[in-house]
T-cell receptor
Framework: SAVISQKPSRDICQRGTSLTIQCQVD?????MFWYRQQPGQSLTLIAT?????????ESGFVIDKFPISRPNLTFSTLTVSNMSPEDSSIYLC?????????????????FGPGTRLTVL | DAKTTQPPSMDCAEGRAANLPCNHS???????VYWYRQIHSQGPQYIIH???NNETNEMASLIITEDRKSSTLILPHATLRDTAVYYC??????????????FGKGTRLSVIA
């Protein structure tokens, strides 16, 4: 299984500022994702982080608000830009090894512990 | 959209088996059933997955009906630490599974002393 760490684990920020969240995976994975979990809600996918190219965003999420980088196979960052109180959420990094033509046991998707963001 | 239906909440007495149901009537032939759980303030934790045969590991058992339209996750001896939100998710594996998991609302399991 992959072990995923995130930094910071939590932060309190002022509106209008930006926060960059880091995600580190302990093994090389081909796919990385970012999710948001608003208070009392389930997880919502923000984007797929692509190595060496622009992230693929889900409907309702844009690059200007949530720029994502993935410089290599084990590291990604998510920036929450120009924050407002509505951005207060838990942000989760996730990773998996891409499935092959024949399904393998390494196809499982794993999650980091999350970053709890509060915007005042 | 999530392709599964789960009860919003369940209670279970400590030490008893917790049986969490999930309906996935539109599941495709190449889709597996995955279960994850999320303990408060933590990231989701993988529990188990299966295609059509029943599966068991150190955490739980997964029972899938013969028509594959529903399944049950069984925690054989629930403890207070099993209190969490449990998510049932269907997704293909292999090349067709190279998409991120889509989460529904899950079942909030409360284990009571």
């Amino acid at each position: 299984s992959a072990v995923i760490s995130q930094k910071p684990s939590r932060d309190i920020c002022q509106r209008g500022t930006s926060l960059t969240i880091q995600c580190q995976v302990d093994s090389q994975v081909t796919m990385m994702f970012w999710y948001r979990q608003q208070p009392g809600q389930s997880l919502t996918l923000i984007a797929t982080a692509n190595q060496g190219s622009e992230a693929t965003y889900e409907s309702g999420f844009v690059i200007d608000k949530f720029p994502i980088s993935r410089p290599n196979l084990t590291f990604s960052t998510l920036t929450v830009s120009n924050m407002s109180p509505e951005d207060s959420s838990i942000y989760l990094c996730s990773a998996k090894t891409a499935g092959l033509a024949h399904a393998t046991s390494t196809d499982t998707q794993y999650f980091g512990p999350g970053t709890r963001l509060t915007v005042l | 959209d999530a392709k599964t239906t789960q009860p919003p909440s369940m209670d279970c007495a400590e030490g008893r088996a917790a049986n969490l149901p999930c309906n996935h009537s539109t599941i495709s032939g190449n889709e597996y059933v995955y279960w994850y759980r999320q303990i408060h303030s933590q990231g989701p934790q993988y529990i188990i997955h299966g295609l059509k045969n029943n599966e068991t590991n150190e955490m739980a058992s997964l029972i899938i009906t013969e028509d594959r339209k529903s399944s049950t996750l069984i925690l054989p001896h629930a403890t207070l630490r099993d209190t969490a939100v449990y998510y049932c998710i269907v997704r293909a594996r292999g090349l067709s599974g190279n998409t991120p998991l889509v989460f529904g609302k899950g079942t909030r399991l409360s284990v009571i002393a």
